[in-house]
């Protein structure tokens, strides 16, 4: 069985960071890849950062420049790193699992609960 666990989540003003963790509780293969999500109050989810199990990362354009995803070696804890913070970066944050390249294509096997984000102006 496995369990994501976010933390890291909180309310800051516009401009400043956060840095969003996620604990992987169980196994999860190497070939898995791992990836944040974010859902805001009425819109669908929408990926913002995975990370293949060959290290590869991808960002959704809006975050470009401005988040960094990462992972310990050991793959045990993920990691979002979130500087300059927008207004429009307020939402639920998820840590999610899926096998191989799937992340970047949404397709997820394992979801944790979310950790929330708000910014304000």
């Known amino acids: 069985q496995v369990q994501l666990v976010e933390s890291g989540g909180g309310s800051v003003q516009a401009g400043g960071s956060l840095r969003l963790s996620c604990a992987v509780f169980?196994?999860?293969?190497?070939?898995?890849?791992m990836g944040w999500f974010r859902q805001a109050p009425g819109k669908e989810r929408e990926r913002v950062a995975t990370i293949d199990s060959d290290g590869s990362i991808d960002y959704a354009d809006s975050v470009k420049g401005r988040f960094t995803i990462s992972q310990d070696n050991a793959k045990i804890t993920l990691y979002l790193q979130m500087n300059s913070l927008k207004p429009e970066d307020t939402a639920m944050y998820y840590c999610a699992a899926g096998y191989g390249f799937n992340c970047r294509r949404n397709v997820i096997n394992y979801w944790g609960k979310g950790t929330l984000v708000s910014i304000s102006s």
């Open positions: 169980g196994y999860i293969p190497s070939d898995y890849c």
